[in-house]
Nanobody
Framework: QLQLVESGGGLVQPGGSLRLSCGVSGGTLDHYAIGWFRQAPGKEREGVSCISLSGRTTNYADYVEGRFTISRAKNTVYLQMNSLKPEDTAVYYC????????????????????WGQGTQVIVSS
């Protein structure tokens, strides 16, 4: 059974950087587009970025465009987060999408499964 595991979260000052990783056990990520999502306290889960099976196509939410970069290599998907802001504080999740890229692109959380357990990112001085 495919299981996703996030790592790399932590506490960082505004303007700082973190790199999140999404690894896998029980299978391979080769057949999945992967999305990164986040959920802040009291808010709904929202899409951050996603990457196609090949890694050649990506999509970013407006609120992270130009600051975050998604990439994939072997069985890991990365989210490089630069110029972090306090409003980026959230639990970050990765999730797999086994359907067509045209669907994954919209980053609707209900279209992704399975999910990792999440990693906390806190941006604070």
């Amino acid at each position: 059974q495919l299981q996703l595991v996030e790592s790399g979260g932590g506490l960082v000052q505004p303007g700082g950087s973190l790199r999140l990783s999404c690894g896998v056990s029980g299978g391979t990520l080769d057949h999945y587009a992967i999305g990164w999502f986040r959920q802040a306290p009291g808010k709904e889960r929202e899409g951050v970025s996603c990457i196609s099976l090949s890694g050649r196509t990506t999509n970013y939410a407006d609120y992270v465009e130009g600051r975050f970069t998604i990439s994939r290599a072997k069985n890991t998907v990365y989210l490089q987060m630069n110029s972090l802001k306090p409003e980026d504080t959230a639990v970050y999740y990765c999730a797999a999408h086994g359907g067509p890229w045209g669907s994954a692109w919209y980053m609707d959380p209900s279209d992704f499964d399975p999910w990792g357990q999440g990693t906390q990112v806190i941006v604070s001085s």
